[in-house]
């Protein structure tokens, strides 16, 4: 990929070392195209599927880590493999999930994602997620904007009227708000994708998202989400807990959306 092509947020960023965007952002392009020549394939082969994420997770941590040093990577696949992440604890963390919507994957829709981000201090430092499908990378850089390709993104009016909600208790929280939300007149959908949900919450495909947040070994479960956070939050939109206050990345339900979404909730 061209240096030229690099979203102008990521070539502005400051960074702990000197980092080969195009190279990075090549290889997303790589394995995003082989997710999609394999779909048919892997729809009808779950082994093979898992065999395949952990191929592609390791080659990103093997490229992540040539580039940033013998940083922390918190990556999905290894995680639920080992329990912690790998590499040496520090303020710099990188969190990875090579295929964000693996179960929309393997049955055949396009709701799926690579993305991978950078946490300073517990926090976004920047984002990338890659929709194979479309062809597409979303960026974000702590207070450098958030871009799709090299056009800056921004909050718009929307008259969508679907939202995500991930939905498996038929009780609590969760269900308390799908079931405000449909009073309302908004489709309920399930996730699928949370970091591709979150940039179409920016791009206007969807009213909002809300989403429990869990941890497992004191580790917070942030590889499907920190990028996709950090486009909305550097885009323009406000990030709460359900109960209107600020989300401080622990657990808990984050919510995000428009103005109207919000409102539906109760929140303001």
């Given at each position: 990929?061209?240096?030229?092509?690099?979203?102008?947020?990521?070539?502005?960023?400051?960074?702990?070392?000197?980092?080969?965007?195009?190279?990075?952002?090549?290889?997303?392009?790589?394995?995003?195209?082989?997710?999609?020549?394999?779909?048919?394939?892997?729809?009808?082969?779950?082994?093979?599927?898992?065999?395949?994420?952990?191929?592609?997770?390791?080659?990103?941590?093997?490229?992540?880590?040539?580039?940033?040093?013998?940083?922390?990577?918190?990556?999905?696949?290894?995680?639920?493999?080992?329990?912690?992440?790998?590499?040496?604890?520090?303020?710099?963390?990188?969190?990875?999930?090579p295929v964000d919507g693996s179960r929309s994957y393997a049955d055949g829709s396009a709701?799926?994602?690579?993305?991978?981000?950078?946490?300073?201090?517990?926090?976004?430092?920047?984002?990338?997620?890659?929709?194979?499908?479309?062809?597409?990378?979303?960026?974000?850089?702590?207070?450098?904007?958030?871009?799709?390709?090299?056009?800056?993104?921004?909050?718009?009016?929307?008259g969508s009227r679907r939202v995500a909600i991930r939905q498996r208790d038929r009780t609590?929280?969760?269900?308390?708000?799908?079931?405000?939300?449909?009073?309302?007149?908004?489709?309920?959908?399930?996730?699928?994708?949370?970091?591709?949900?979150?940039?179409?919450v920016v791009e206007g495909r969807i009213a909002g998202l809300v989403k429990p947040v869990?941890?497992?070994?004191?580790?917070?479960?942030?590889?499907?989400?920190?990028?996709?956070?950090?486009?909305?939050?550097?885009?323009?939109?406000?990030?709460?807990?359900?109960?209107?206050?600020?989300?401080?990345?622990?657990?808990?339900?984050?919510?995000?959306?428009?103005?109207?979404?919000?409102?539906?909730?109760?929140?303001?």
């Amino acid at each position: 990929m061209p240096a030229d092509d690099v979203p102008p947020c990521l070539v502005d960023l400051p960074t702990p070392t000197s980092i080969d965007w195009p190279a990075l952002l090549a290889r997303l392009t790589h394995w995003g195209g082989m997710l999609v020549v394999r779909q048919q394939m892997f729809m009808s082969d779950a082994a093979a599927l898992g065999a395949f994420e952990y191929e592609l997770e390791c080659d990103l941590i093997e490229l992540l880590r040539a580039q940033f040093g013998d940083v922390s990577v918190l990556a999905e696949e290894t995680f639920h493999r080992t329990g912690r992440p790998v590499g040496t604890p520090g303020r710099l963390q990188l969190v990875l999930d090579p295929v964000d919507g693996s179960r929309s994957y393997a049955d055949g829709s396009a709701t799926y994602a690579i993305t991978l981000a950078a946490l300073l201090d517990g926090r976004p430092l920047f984002g990338l997620v890659h929709h194979p499908a479309e062809q597409v990378t979303y960026a974000a850089a702590r207070g450098l904007g958030a871009y799709l390709g090299s056009r800056r993104l921004e909050p718009r009016r929307t008259g969508s009227r679907r939202v995500a909600i991930r939905q498996r208790d038929r009780t609590g929280p969760m269900a308390l708000a799908a079931e405000k939300l449909s009073r309302h007149g908004y489709l309920v959908e399930g996730m699928a994708c949370t970091s591709l949900k979150l940039c179409w919450v920016v791009e206007g495909r969807i009213a909002g998202l809300v989403k429990p947040v869990t941890e497992r070994n004191g580790i917070l479960s942030t590889w499907g989400l920190a990028a996709g956070q950090l486009v909305t939050e550097e885009a323009g939109y406000l990030v709460s807990s359900l109960d209107g206050s600020p989300w401080e990345w622990a657990p808990g339900e984050i919510v995000i959306g428009d103005a109207g979404f919000r409102s539906a909730l109760g929140l303001h």
